[in-house]
């Protein structure tokens, strides 16, 4: 399938959300972003994103009941909060200064939400 192919079926299946949103729901909980359409092609756009926030939080928090939202900042800055058990965890921010956010950054920025509600929910 050619780059261009893939990159239209993502924006279409982007376009096809709610506006200005791209939401994945998971068994552990829902991820919901915003600004989806400014990430790089390479990642894989929303979905990816809470796909990868999903897969970091069952390895380090299994069974977490969790909500994440995230907004897109630019190609190169992200923001999430993940809200558990009532409360809200403080925000996460990555930002890259020479380059886009890639897939590398995107599980970097996941785990670092993960680790981070790891240590709440042992804290309680």
């Known amino acids: 399938m ?8 993502l924006l279409l299946t982007a376009a096809m959300a709610p506006a ?3 939401a994945m729901s998971n068994p552990l909980g829902p991820c919901h972003i915003v600004g989806a359409e400014k990430l790089p092609r390479e990642i894989g ?10 897969r970091a939080i069952s390895a380090q928090a299994p069974g977490l009941n969790y909500t994440v939202h995230v907004e ?3 190609q190169s800055s992200v923001k999430a909060t ?3 058990d009532g409360r809200r965890l403080p925000e996460q921010r990555i930002s890259v200064v020479d380059r886009d956010l890639n897939t590398r ?7 670092a939400l ?7 929910a042992r804290r309680g």
Do not use: H, P, W, Y
């Open 45 to 54: 756009g929303g979905a990816a994103v809470c796909s990868a926030i999903q």
């Open 114 to 120: 993960a680790s981070e509600a790891a240590k709440a």
């Open 105 to 111: 950054s995107i599980e970097r920025f996941a785990n």
């Open 82 to 84: 993940v809200d558990m």
């Open 2 to 9: 050619s780059d261009a192919l893939l990159a239209s079926i």
């Open 20 to 22: 200005g949103t791209s």
């Open 72 to 74: 897109v900042l630019s």
